[in-house]
């Protein structure tokens, strides 16, 4: 129901766009959120998003850096990264909600699987 893709390998400094398509029983989508586990970490909030009007918040961590964005007609959110860090090295993680579009991940009904963050030096 929810599919991230565009993760990879990238140097420092780099960009990179992540996408998160939503289908199925996700059809009213109240925000969107995106999420990390970096190696030997707890998974962490990076950036949310309310869909109707598109009000945004994020982690100190990647203010100025990620912009996260949706497009209401292909019921799609994205997460674009830019200046990234070896730091940003995680497993990025989609979530949407129907009720929330904040920082606690245990707020998420739904979650896409996971797309895989590189960041060399």
């Known amino acids: 129901q929810l599919q991230a893709s565009g993760g990879g390998l990238v140097q420092a400094g780099g960009s990179l766009r992540l996408s998160c398509a939503a289908s199925g029983r996700i059809f009213s989508i109240y925000g969107m959120g995106w999420f990390r586990r970096a190696p030997g970490k707890e998974r962490e909030f990076v950036a949310g998003?309310?869909?109707?009007?598109?009000?945004?918040y994020y982690a100190d961590s990647v203010k100025g850096r990620f912009t996260i964005s949706r497009d209401n007609a292909e019921n799609t959110g994205y997460l674009q990264m830019n200046s990234l860090k070896p730091e940003d090295t995680a497993v990025y993680y989609c979530?949407?909600?129907?009720?929330?579009?904040?920082?606690?991940?245990?707020?998420?009904?739904?979650w896409g699987q996971g797309t895989l963050v590189t960041v060399s030096s």
């Open positions: 998003i309310r869909w109707r009007d598109g009000r945004t």
């Open positions: 979530a949407a909600d129907l009720n929330t579009y904040g920082a606690r991940d245990y707020e998420y009904d739904y």
